[in-house]
């Protein structure tokens, strides 16, 4: 690729990008939030058009108008959200689209696939449904339809960002030997040891810019961070003892069952203290979402479930079962930072101002909301956290997904919560925002608040919370000592559930 | 095609102009193919009928205030994405409720205490008539769409009833002109014109409603919720409440709709009150994006096209066809602009060469 620009209206999403692929390689595709990488990818598998540029394969020139011409070209792109039909199995998936002949043959696509799982090692069902699959399945599945059509270049878009530690090892494996049968694969990561590990070139872009590329064996995490902000961050987080712990939250035999009646989680005890930060781990869906949702009073629990808030004050308030109004109505600040930002914590169709009015449009008398204090917010969150917006004005859904991150956690850090949850708050974030938010959680503490962090990162979980509580198949399977336990203890406990699920306070 | 991340004013404006105005010439060209007849004298009878006495520009004003009192009353439901198809049934209901307080109450109380009697008793039928549904979606997450285009068929069912209860003279099948002599219940001529209370109103309501909705605490809590309820909840917001309270508000406009077309037009109720006008508001809401202003505007745009419609159609010797034909394509060109405003199509080099 030579000197491609894409311009979305006034915005320049890359800028006299140069990069290329060589056979038999495993290429890293750095930058920051916004700086233009999942755009650069999206050219080349046809999705969008480049203003100008060039395009060569093979030393030949090629135009690539559609996703069907990166097809032909043996170009196969895995997008952060997957583009399966739910309701088709494996096979029919692998197929779609596909008009070889007016009669499918199932067979021989099964005889196919099953070839390319044992070259390189995936585990398909081919007679599998889309929708009884993991998330991790769906992806391989993914992966296996694009070599099936003939795939030479896989670009894979942040593929471990859904993935266990486990799953993103058995990802890895499968890469490199795809990588020895000569094929080329790009790879859009934020995890910086996910590079250094997987990866034999990384090339970094910053701002719609190309930066430079270096063999990964010549560089390490701080020169890269640096070649992706511009300037030397600082990858430590603080984390300073909890000073004068009181309990905040205390949640006894809490159970709470979907609609279909299924138990999410399973007599759930813990307490979490003032001053410190509590660290929620565990396999994705197993319950963090809905702890966090029952705590926040958006969870139907069952009757026998007590959650108590104590406030500075020391007064104790039971908050179980109680509609989100009628928890603020007691007093309780309660600030939630959600897994789904804009399905949730946010309305994306809203501009800054109005979402920062989310949580405070009822204060004021009269039936008039009030849109001056929100604004005035706005700016200081804009200004505090260095969001990039076009204005006070602009949608929030046209944000990148990093500043629609700061956006909602600067409103709920507004609040001056007495607790504070957040589900993976870093999800999807570069290593420099990320850093910011752990910073911003972190004062939190220090103010005093109580904080539960929900992450899936562990080696982060492990520097920046005090203790760690691992959610296994909805029941806590232990609280462990963030400050002296391993990785390998929390990935265990993740996995394999103790003997009766018993809790060490 | 790539989507447009915000549009000058200006620009949108310039290009709704250039899809009236290629309309208009796809129209002419049309009518001159299939008539021969000259387009521009078309068209001057467009406007003639429309606007050509003062007499017609009064009944066109009319229809325009009550097709635009529908859209206000549809706007807060659709903004929360609550598909109320119902504003026939709303309206219908409020007129029979109006023109009950006319039969029964018009010989005992003066013509202003029963204006106002009128006014709530619509209002009320009507909001009960938009609650209903809103109820069941609320609970039992009943379909809304399909619930209120049902209600309609109830309405009319309920107006066929009491037409046949309220016939006169008897036999007629109609209700005909209820307090001719008396005019009780009737809206007052206000400057020597009948309509003038109309407007009033309908102009009240669309400035109250545009405020409700952009500035209001309320109006707020339906855009939450119209854009997201998993957000609603999160924020603390009633969902079940808030789709209650503004379908009673939706129903409650339509209702007074209802008794504008008994008590300031027709005097009468019949089955076609209504007139499918509840369908039309439909298409109002949406090309205005709620903002009752811009209503007022498509609203006349509406009304013009089917005021001229009828006059070229007995001026011209034409059928109806041709006016819907003219309406069809107006609207298609309008509906088409709001796409060039959202998108920008740019004409890529063929990408694998000729004769392929």
Known sequence: MVDITKTFGEVVANNKVCLDIQRGEILSLLGENGSGKTTLMNMLAGIYFPDSGEITINGKPVTIASPKDAFDLHIGMIHQHFKLVDVLTAAEN??????ESAVVDLKRVREAVKQICDRYGFVVDPNKKVYDMSVSEKQTLEIVKVLYRGADILILDEPTAVLTPQETQKLFCVMRNMKDDGKSIIIITHKLHEVMEISDRVAVLRKGHYIGDVPTAETDAMKLTEMMVGRAVSLDIERTEPVNPQPRLIVKNLNVCDKDGVARLCDVNFTAYS???????????????????AIAGLQNCRDCSTIEFISDKGETKVISGMHPLEIRNLGVTLAFVPEDRLGMGLVGSMNLTDNMMLRSYREGKGPFADRKKPKKLAETVVRDLEVVTPGLN????????????????????????QLLMSAY????????????????????????ASVIFVGEDLDVLLELCDRIMVLCAGKVNDIVDARTTTKDEVGYLMTYLKEGGATRE | MSKRDGVPLWKSLGIRLIGLTLALVVCAVIIYALTKLNPLKVYAAMVKGAFGTNKRIWVTIRDIVMLLCISVGLAPAFKMRFWNIGAEGQVLVGGIAAAACMIYLGKTIPTLPLLVIMFVLSLIAGGIWGTIPAVFKARWNANETLFTLMMNYIAIQLTSYFVAKWENPFGSNT?????????AGWFPAIGGQMYTLNVIIVLALAVMMFLYLRYSKQGYEIAVVGESENTARYAAINVKSVVIRTMAIS????????????????????????GGQGFTAIIVAWLSRFNTFIMMAISTLLVFLEKGAVEIASQFDLNDFVSEMITGIILFFILGSEFFINYKVRFRRGKKGAGK
């Open chain 1, 94 to 99: 692998i197929i779609l689209g596909l008009n």
């Open chain 1, 275 to 293: 001053g410190e930060i509590l660290g929620v781990a565990g396999i994705s869906g197993s319950g963090q979402k809905e702890l966090l949702e």
């Open chain 1, 394 to 417: 602009t949608p929030i859904r046209r944000l990148s997904g990093g500043n629609v991150q700061k956006v909602l956690v600067g409103r709920e850090i507004s609040m001056q919560p």
């Open chain 1, 425 to 448: 708050a870093v999800r999807g974030l570069d290593i420099n925002t990320s850093y910011n938010i752990y910073h911003l959680l972190s004062e939190q503490k220090k103010r005093g």
């Open chain 2, 175 to 183: 209700v005909g002109i209820i307090n001719t002599t008396s005019k």
């Open chain 2, 251 to 274: 129903g409650a406009i339509c209702g007074i709709a209802g008794f504008i077309a008994v008590a300031g037009a027709s005097h009468t109720i019949s089955t076609s009150t209504a």
